[in-house]
């Protein structure tokens, strides 16, 4: 079983629609769990960076975690056009670990 | 101009080759990684490096080797390019901190 699992989509939606997507991991270790963006023939930008269980909001975007299903989110509020990109999980336990990424989900969002 | 710049920006090379792919970052950031993305199968880490001093290999090392000429130079070479190395190449920098890694633009490399 692959640390990070994430399903890779497509995920198609109409504009003004709520998005949510998800990863699951296995190693107990992780702390740190982030969500990326990449559009196409771009490098992945940073989006939204949580420290260990809980929410947190910014703008139309809210990431959860839930540490104890090792289960976290990135919800979408009036998905826009301009958020049609790959979205990546990542995460990494304390100390000098690297990240560890899913495989992305690439998003849709048909005006 | 960018903060992570990748060169080249496309490569297409032949069975065999030495390759090397070069990455520059002016962010002063100490840490540089590598990775490789293939559809389906999301980024990997091939090689981190926490210092000019510190090289550590990642998930899929095998067949490849690093540089870490300066604090913001880190390239990644392959020794005998295979065609299953046909993929799109990141460069990444981060802080001691590490919560957040800025990537380049990407080098999209081709084995024939």
């Known amino acids: 079983q692959k640390e990070v699992e994430q399903d890779p989509g497509p995920l198609s939606v109409p504009e003004g629609a709520i998005v949510s997507l998800n990863c699951t991991y296995s190693n107990s270790a992780f702390q740190y769990f982030m969500w990326y963006r990449q559009y196409s023939r771009k490098g992945p930008e940073l989006l939204m960076y949580?420290?260990?269980?809980g929410n947190k909001e910014d703008g139309r975007f809210t990431a959860q975690v839930d540490k104890s299903s090792k289960y976290i989110s990135l919800f979408i509020r009036d998905s826009q056009p301009s958020d049609s990109a790959t979205y990546l999980c990542a995460m990494r336990g304390t100390g000098n670990t690297p990240l560890v990424f899913g495989k992305g989900t690439r998003l849709s969002v048909i005006a | 101009d960018a903060d992570v710049t990748q060169t080249p920006r496309n490569r297409i090379t032949k069975t065999g080759k030495r390759i090397m792919l070069e990455c520059s970052q002016t962010k002063g950031h100490d840490r540089m990684y590598w990775y490789r993305q293939d559809p389906g199968l999301g980024l990997r880490l091939i090689y981190y490096?926490?210092?000019?001093?510190?090289?550590n290999k990642g998930e899929i090392s095998d067949g490849y080797s690093v540089s870490r000429q300066a604090q913001a130079k880190f390239s990644l070479s392959l020794e005998s390019a295979i065609p299953n190395q046909t993929a799109l190449y990141f460069c990444?920098?981060?802080?001691?901190?590490?919560?957040?890694?800025?990537f380049g633009p990407g080098t999209r490399l081709t084995v024939l």
């Open positions: 490096s926490f210092d000019v001093k510190d090289i």
């Open positions: 949580t420290y260990s269980s």
């Open positions: 990444a920098t981060s802080d001691l901190a590490d919560n957040e890694q800025f």
